[in-house]
């Protein structure tokens, strides 16, 4: 069985970060080693939730992991909290990464135009330094324009989508790929550019008019999930395009669906048969 390793905080309520990749990540059939960040009582869309950081303990359980001789079909990294935490996961990258291991960065920092709270424009920089060391990096049209230092647009041609993907290569990585993306009407995707083939690749599903949390953690989890599982990066893309709109709207079906997190666990047994093709 592959083993994959995800870093990100966990947020106690909210389903997103590791309450998102772990059960995700798992029902593919791979296994999914946690380090976690930071215990929050909710994700930080909601008022008061607690923060609890858990940097101290990165050092000693990478070296325990070490000791042990632990090996990683990839590494998964998602919300980080503060600069000495991209610090240590650049180390973690030095020490557990190489041939056999896939780097994917999801530069987790904002949405709609705006950054999280908490985030700031030097810490998106030190982000794009950690981009420029992955195989595969996942960031949204909001976060891409941090990781640049440029403008928020909403609804970019294909030729600035293009010129975006082009420039986030440029930070490093092999493989840009851009979530939330809509070239026609009514659908939304993905573009993903490979900077050794000079190749563009687009995906979309049906555009549901419906924003919730989460749904960023769901994408990347499966596109690791995918490709550990041996599909292509254009296999895992479009499988994740796919579930992140069977989790949308399994979610709106629900009249009483709550409104942070999708419900990404009645859409698992697609994602199992998706996987399984
Ligand atoms: O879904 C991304 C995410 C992860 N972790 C925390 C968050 C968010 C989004 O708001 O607040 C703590």
Redesign the pocket.
Known sequence: MKRIVTV??I?CV?K??LTVAVPVISAMGVETAVLPT?V?ST???FTGFTFHDLTDEIPPICRHWKEQGFRFDAIYT??LGSFRQIELVSELFRDFGGEGTAIVVDP?MG?NGKL??GFTEEFAARMAELCGRADVILPNLTEASFLLGIPYTEHPTEAQVKEILVRLAALGCQNAALTGVSLTAGRMGVMAYNAGTGKYFYYDGEYVPARF??T??VFASTVVGALARGKSLEEALAIAVDYTVACIRCTIADPAHRDYGVNFEAAIPQLVNMVAK
């Open positions: 990100q905080d947020s909210g997103c970060s930071a929050l994700h930080t869309a998602g919300y987790v949405d999280y709270p949390h989460g960023g953690d």
